[in-house]
């Protein structure tokens, strides 16, 4: 019966104590702008210095200011993901996506991409030409859809080295290429290191 009892007795302190400890780790919000908490994955803050970093050097290249003044139109194919983690590559391409928008000389199309239209409602709304609930009039027309100028291809790599006995060395190379779809020559490419050193027993993944 003691036994017992000091079973149970034992059970409720473990309880009661990982209970204390979870209320420790309290959620709270993050200053981004003065987070300097580093991880060995990457994080938001890898993607936004990448980001950052490739669109200024885009848009400080001179083959890619519009000879007429006019904005470029740019179709976002395949970044891969070559890493030990699971991530979104459109935490890269939105960044950059949104940046070269605001810059005044790129405009993204989400109706023509290698892998599919990004948006199929571009199709969809001239598929109502026979519909007779619709105002032929408001349908769209043929003819219309602005084919891409550019193409932007990249990717993500991971190498994990050795350091010494106790540190490792993690660099993330992000890799972009854009392309001229006219003559299918690369107009600008870019390679952003990030690299990070840590314990050996902290994990990328």
Same mark, same amino acid.
């Given at each position: 019966m003691m036994k017992i009892l000091n079973k149970k007795t034992l059970l409720a302190a473990a309880v009661a104590f990982s209970l204390v400890g979870c209320a420790e780790q309290a959620t709270y919000y993050v200053d981004?702008? *003065? %987070?300097?908490?580093?991880v060995m994955g990457l994080d938001y803050k890898d993607f936004e210095m990448a980001a950052t970093n490739?669109? %200024?050097d885009m848009l400080s290249s001179d083959l890619l200011v519009h000879p007429?003044?006019?904005?470029?139109?740019?179709?976002?194919t395949d970044i891969v993901?070559?890493?030990?983690?699971?991530?979104?590559?459109d935490q890269l391409t939105k960044k950059i996506r949104i940046s070269l928008l605001n810059s005044g000389r790129f405009v993204v199309t989400t109706a023509?991409?290698?892998?599919?239209p990004e948006d199929e409602m571009t199709r969809k709304v001239r598929e109502l030409r026979k519909s007779k609930m619709v105002n032929q009039k408001t349908?769209?027309?043929?003819?219309?859809?602005?084919?891409?100028?550019?193409?932007l291809t990249g990717k993500i790599i991971q190498q994990n080295?050795?350091? *010494?006995?106790s540190t490792q060395q993690v660099e993330y190379y992000f890799q972009l290429t854009l392309t001229n779809l006219d003559d299918g020559l690369?107009?600008?490419?870019?390679?952003?290191?990030?690299?990070?050193?840590g314990d050996n027993r902290s994990v990328s993944w």
């Open positions: 981004s702008k *003065n %987070d300097s908490v580093a490739m669109v %200024d007429q003044g006019g904005r470029y139109v740019l179709t976002v993901n070559d890493t030990d983690q699971r991530i979104d590559t023509i991409n290698a892998n599919g349908v769209k027309k043929d003819g219309r859809v602005i084919a891409p100028d550019f193409s080295q050795r350091v *010494n006995s690369a107009y600008w490419e870019k390679e952003y290191p990030i690299i990070k050193r």
